[in-house]
């Protein structure tokens, strides 16, 4: 079976960075996208950034445009979420999520596997 671990999650100053790993093991996933999510306590989950596993597409929520960028590791088969000029609104638990590579590439509530998320936190 598919499963997706995330990674990178860590307490931060407002302004500072952090990067995000997602590993994904059990299948290939030449035909898939792996998306990153985000929810917070008493919130509703919420859409970050989106990759095609060959790192041809990407696509990212208005909130994150400009601030997060999402790319792909070869070396270590993980889709990885920068994250620079973190923001306290950022405060989150981060998941990484998987699925097939169809028309409706963008689209955010059809994801099949997730990962256990990891949790970012960020100060003022």
């Known amino acids: 079976q598919v499963q997706l671990a995330e990674s990178g999650g860590g307490l931060v100053q407002a302004g500072g960075s952090l990067r995000l790993s997602c590993a994904a093991s059990g299948r290939s996933f030449s035909h898939s996208i792996i998306g990153w999510f985000r929810q917070a306590p008493g919130k509703e989950r919420e859409f970050v950034a989106a990759i095609t596993w060959s790192g041809a597409a990407t696509h990212y929520a208005d909130s994150v445009k400009g601030r997060f960028t999402v790319s792909r590791d070869n070396a270590k088969n993980t889709v990885t979420l920068q994250m620079n000029n973190l923001k306290p609104e950022d405060t989150a638990l981060y998941y990484c999520?998987?699925?097939?590579?169809?028309?409706?590439?963008?689209?955010?509530?059809?994801?099949?596997?997730w990962g256990q998320g990891t949790q970012v936190t960020v100060s003022s």
């Open positions: 999520a998987a699925k097939g590579l169809t028309r409706g590439l963008w689209r955010t509530d059809d994801y099949d596997y």
